[in-house]
């Protein structure tokens, strides 16, 4: 597992390029656009699905030296990343349900690191 820990952090990089991306989609869609051909051709959706496309890239490539049960946990933290980008970029409340979700999702990365 020693030799696998830089994989698992290029993995959770991409994860977290993943989420920053889907940030940036969301900030783009709450701003009006003069036309249809303008909401997709700006600046933010391009850097937003270029950074989607590096982040499969990267991934693919962590793959190299992480387990294949070992990713859709590692995916998962992105469900917390989102959540916590969320709070400080959109201003966004996180409550009940979603606390518990979270909550979740985090117990069962520990439960399946512990296993």
């Given at each position: 597992m020693r030799d696998d820990l830089g994989y698992v952090v290029i993995f959770l990089a991409?994860?977290?390029?993943?989420?920053?991306?889907q940030i940036l989609l969301k900030k783009s869609a709450e701003q009006e656009c003069e036309s249809?051909?303008?909401e997709y051709l700006n600046i933010?959706?391009?850097v937003a699905y270029g950074l989607l496309f590096c982040s499969s890239l990267v991934i693919v490539l962590a793959y190299r030296g992480v387990p294949l049960n070992m990713g859709p946990v590692l995916e998962a933290t992105g469900y917390?990343?989102?959540s916590i980008l969320g709070v400080i970029f959109l201003k966004e409340h996180i409550k009940g349900k979603k606390i518990l979700g979270l909550i979740v999702i985090i117990i069962g990365i520990f439960i399946?690191?512990?296993s």
């Open positions: 991409a994860v977290l390029m993943s989420s920053i991306s249809r051909i303008k933010p959706v391009i917390i990343w989102v399946f690191n512990i």
